[in-house]
């Protein structure tokens, strides 16, 4: 009787070990013992046993794609990183590889590493190919809306890719492919996909960030943030830019100067000019030299010898801004606004001098004016931004239709962005969508714009710095 009760204790010790050995995260080496163990031991239930044969199954299936997954990243260190042919076939091989992981269950703990190698590749064939890459940006529900009950329609299907959800049976659901996707992700999660490219404005290239999409759809909030740990990308990329200068002041002399334009119903504005200071007849006019550089005659450019001192340029030009309340935004930005950030950098040792510049431009919502019911002035804004708007997606449609003639000349947005659309800028756009079905037309419009910037192939993208 003595030894029949041991057994049975031994069979339910067993028995919550193997439950226990089950629960996520499961060891293997533990769970394989457990079972062999408890072949061996009578009185423990048969389904807890096979239960656990399968869940082993389940768990040696997955180390098995795991390490699979592995060799595939460690295969990856060893391409040539100049072939756009290997970059790309090992991009894929990591992606098609990540699927499957997925599906098999393996927990996103286990691919981060891979998921980080796969996206370094992505990006390495992407610059080797020279296309402007695209980041897209799903905002929350606001508080109007989900106090609306208005349903979400967009979801996301993994990192790169998202879903527009639709009600009707003869239209189904889109999807599209950015180089990244966020539901919303946070903001140090949004810049961690631009900061190397801070690097390459110190290396003397040119360096284009801009934010598009409907009216309340989180530009300004991704572009600019706020105060106390949720600062945009432009804050984010002021600071990167003065810690890498900070690293590399015993060998190169830096000069940083900054400019902030405000584009107003077709009219230039230079938001850091001293208003007190009237110089008649003086007209902001665009120009563009024969390598596509843009520059603006007569705008203000001041020095900057700190990241605090560019933020409070930044800080001062954000204010001056306008915004209007509309039935679709209660803070809408009325207006395009362009930071211009430039780098003189001088190697100390050779005298050799590189000059890079970074534009960051937050444009100006699109808006259908039957849903935002603007009237009086804010009517002509409106109408304003939807043409600069469309003028943009003309530029685009020449570009990537590769017409002869790029209507760039059509509109001074399209001007102001020459160097960043179809020049030799390393851009980055984020396109910011709101989830709401009482957006769709809205987000499906804003999505379809930014996968006709992807086919956009750059003249010499990624050429070499531009010296003095």
Request: aromatic fraction near 8%; charge should be neutral; glycine fraction near 8%.
């Given at each position: 009787a003595a030894a029949e009760e041991a057994v049975q204790r031994e069979a339910q010790r067993l028995r919550g070990e193997l439950r226990g050995a089950m629960a996520d995260p499961c060891d293997i080496g533990r769970l394989r013992s457990l079972v062999a163990r408890a072949d061996a031991t009578p009185g423990v239930p048969a389904e807890d046993v096979q239960m656990a044969r399968e869940r082993l199954a389940v768990e040696e299936e997955r180390a098995e794609v795991l390490q699979e997954l592995g060799h595939l990243v460690r295969a990856a260190d060893e391409r040539d990183m100049g072939s756009f042919a290997d970059v790309r076939m090992a991009a894929v091989g990591l992606a098609d590889a990540l699927l499957h992981a997925r599906a098999k269950g393996c927990p996103e703990a286990a691919l981060r590493d891979a998921d980080l190698v796969r996206k370094r590749l992505h990006n390495v064939a992407e610059d080797l190919r020279g296309a402007i890459r695209v980041v897209c940006r799903i905002r929350p529900l606001s508080q109007k809306e989900r106090d609306a009950a208005d349903p979400e329609v967009v979801r996301a299907l993994d990192a790169t890719t998202l879903e527009v959800l639709t009600?009707?049976?003869?239209?189904?659901?889109?999807?599209?492919?950015?180089?990244?996707?966020?539901?919303?992700?946070?903001?140090?999660?949004?810049?961690?996909?631009?900061?190397?490219?801070?690097?390459?404005?110190?290396?003397?290239?040119?360096?284009?960030?801009?934010?598009?999409?409907?009216?309340?759809?989180?530009?300004?909030?991704?572009?600019?943030?706020?105060?106390?740990?949720?600062?945009?990308?432009?804050?984010?990329?002021?600071?990167?830019?003065?810690?890498?200068?900070?690293?590399?002041?015993?060998?190169?002399?830096?000069?940083?100067?900054?400019?902030?334009?405000?584009?107003?119903?077709?009219?230039?504005?230079?938001?850091?000019?001293?208003?007190?200071?009237?110089?008649?007849?003086?007209?902001?006019?665009v120009r563009v030299d024969k390598n596509t550089q843009v520059s603006i005659d007569g705008l203000s450019e001041q020095v900057c010898a700190s990241a605090a001192d560019l933020l409070r340029l930044l800080e001062r030009g954000a204010q001056a801004r306008r915004v209007a309340c509309t039935a679709m935004n209660s803070q809408s930005s009325r207006s395009h606004l362009v930071l211009w950030v430039r780098v003189a950098r001088t190697d100390k040792a050779s005298g050799e001098c590189a000059l890079g510049k970074i534009a960051m431009c937050d444009l100006a919502g699109s808006e259908r004016l039957k849903k935002s019911f603007a009237v009086g002035e804010?009517?002509?804004?409106?109408?304003?931004?939807?043409?600069?708007?469309?003028?943009?997606?003309?530029?685009?449609?020449?570009?990537?239709?590769?017409?002869?003639?790029?209507?760039?000349?059509?509109?001074?947005?399209?001007?102001?962005?020459?160097?960043?659309?179809?020049?030799?800028?390393?851009?980055?756009?984020?396109?910011?969508?709101?989830?709401?079905?009482?957006?769709?037309?809205?987000?499906?419009?804003?999505?379809?714009?930014?996968?006709?910037?992807?086919?956009?192939?750059?003249?010499?993208?990624?050429?070499p710095p531009r010296r003095p």
């Open positions: 009600s009707s049976v003869t239209r189904p659901s889109e999807r599209y492919s950015f180089d990244a996707v966020f539901f919303p992700g946070t903001q140090e999660e949004i810049f961690e996909d631009c900061r190397r490219l801070v690097r390459s404005a110190l290396d003397g290239y040119n360096v284009s960030l801009f934010a598009y999409g409907q009216t309340g759809a989180g530009k300004t909030h991704t572009m600019y943030g706020q105060p106390g740990g949720l600062e945009g990308t432009a804050p984010r990329t002021v600071e990167e830019l003065y810690r890498l200068i900070g690293q590399d002041e015993s060998r190169f002399d830096h000069r940083v100067t900054a400019s902030l334009l405000e584009l107003y119903k077709n009219e230039l504005v230079d938001l850091l000019a001293d208003r007190s200071v009237s110089v008649p007849g003086r007209r902001l006019s804010a009517e002509k804004e409106a109408i304003e931004i939807n043409k600069s708007l469309t003028a943009v997606g003309d530029v685009i449609e020449a570009l990537t239709t590769r017409q002869r003639h790029v209507p760039y000349k059509n509109h001074k947005l399209t001007q102001v962005l020459q160097d960043a659309l179809g020049g030799t800028s390393k851009t980055l756009i984020f396109v910011n969508c709101s989830p709401a079905a009482s957006n769709f037309e809205e987000t499906v419009n804003a999505l379809k714009y930014a996968t006709r910037v992807k086919h956009i192939s750059p003249k010499s993208a990624g050429g």
